[in-house]
């Protein structure tokens, strides 16, 4: 796999190509996600790319009816309430990320524990393109 | 595991001053954190000299981002009389007066100075609901605050995996806000001095005066069940499971212990002090338990030789209703899993054998931020010396309490115990 930085921004990057991808120390074999540059395990840094399948199951959840601006502006209010939970992948590890394709009026029929399956969400386009790590039920 | 730490020699608090919680047009932070101070002056039994003080410690969650000035310490130092002697801010999001106290603590442990100022200050009201949210989302964990979370939707994330795990509902939260609220209006400095009963009835009375139809609430959980009186935030985080917005100041005089029964014979001793920090969801230990707290409760019952048990009320920070049930667990006062069981039988009301945030707690007490740790401490040294009024713990052999302070989405927790010799 390519030199990429052990980063935040590195992370994004793959997340625009649709990729979520994580860092195995290459030491004491300890993987994470987001990736880190340093094990804290066993502190070395000698880092690997790891590219997750992007399967899981729904560790916790909330529906959010008072969001930030940007998720204002995406639509979200008291009326529309919008999903973010915490994902434990198949590998292990978990990951924060917006939860789609689920009933946020009905938050009782949000199961913690079902499969989910990853999606990426775009916004923006060239320089300014973002994406938002999201899953949705498998 | 626990490290036996000590400090290099006692600190002991000998005066203690808090404003008013709430939302004021007419005063901003400078003028709160002057009210706070001038009734510390006076809480002092033998009087001090404020020429004396030698340091003050300001904790501050963000006047930057609020009120769009920084570097407050200096400027409220010179409001009271202390300038030009070392102003210093704390930061740890809504621990940042839980900080100050402890750097205090510290600067006379290790006999630098024998006498400091600590406390803390917030001003949020003359913010929208919009712009405080977002300040706060400022002090989440950034993978958390990119896709979305909010500071209730940090809290409603741990209530779902709470319930998952351990088979609580929203309607043991709603046991948490009955109790909290059943305290406030004990306490003269509360914002939200009603109970959910008061509450109930006012809302009832102001629909009955509109001449709309009644609601038919049997009681508070009724009330509480009702989307149209307790619309959702970040479920299962509703209105009433979150705290207000709020302004306010709190201050405490820190001495050398050796030096404290010349300002009072009543003071109280620094027990045990600890502090931790955490991590976001995505490395976390633990969905339903906060590392930062038990690193922190681990510190202070290890300087304390004190047990869970031992304590015998605490302040712990409710900034939302599932947020008070995890903290009880996490000091050890009950097994994991069991704190929403103990709210529900009453033994965290103020005349149960565990009395939990007699001062109406952050729900209604209010939680200006960087004020709150302070404050919290405020409503220890309140018990401790049987001054509480009608919010005193019926216990009267009162001799440990402690406060327990949490900041951001738990990036930082202290756990304090103060103790009446």
Known sequence: ?138 | MLKKRKLGRGVAVVGAGMSRFGMFKDMDSKDLFVEAFREMLLSVDKGVDPNEIEALYLGNFSNDFFMHQAHWAPIISDLIGVTPKPATRTEGACASSALSFREGVFAIASGFYDMVLVGGVEEMSKCSTAEVAEGLALATVPYEGKVGFTFPGVFGVIGTSYFAKYGASREHLMNVTIKSHNNAPLNPKAQIPYSVRDLMNAKIERIKQKGRPLPQWKDEKDFLRDPSANPVVAWPMNLYDCCPISDGASCMLLVAEDIAKNFTDKPLYVAGIGQGSGRGFHAAKSLTSFEATINAAEEAYGMSGLKPEDIQFAEVHDCFSIAEIIHTEDLGFFKPGEGYKAVEEGLTRLDGPKPINTSGGLKSKGHPVGATGTSQLFEVWKQLRNEAGKRQVPNKNLRFGAAHNLGGTGGTCTFTILERR
């Open chain 1, 1 to 138: 796999m390519e030199e990429r930085n052990f980063s935040d921004i590195s992370y994004e990057q793959y997340l625009n190509e649709n990729k979520l991808m994580g860092s195995r120390c290459k030491k004491c074999g300890v993987l994470y996600t987001p990736p880190r540059a340093l094990c804290i395990k066993c502190y070395s840094s000698e880092m690997e790319w790891v590219e997750m399948k992007g399967d899981g199951k729904l560790s916790a959840f909330t529906c959010i009816a008072v969001g930030p601006p940007f998720m204002i502006d995406e639509g979200y209010d008291r009326n529309h309430l919008y999903c973010v939970g915490v994902v434990e992948l198949d590998e292990g590890t978990r990951v924060d990320a917006r939860i789609e394709g689920v009933d946020t009026n009905k938050p009782d029929t949000i199961k913690v524990g079902m499969p989910v399956s990853v999606e990426f969400l775009h916004r923006g386009e060239g320089e300014e393109l973002m994406t938002y790590l999201a899953f949705k039920p498998a």
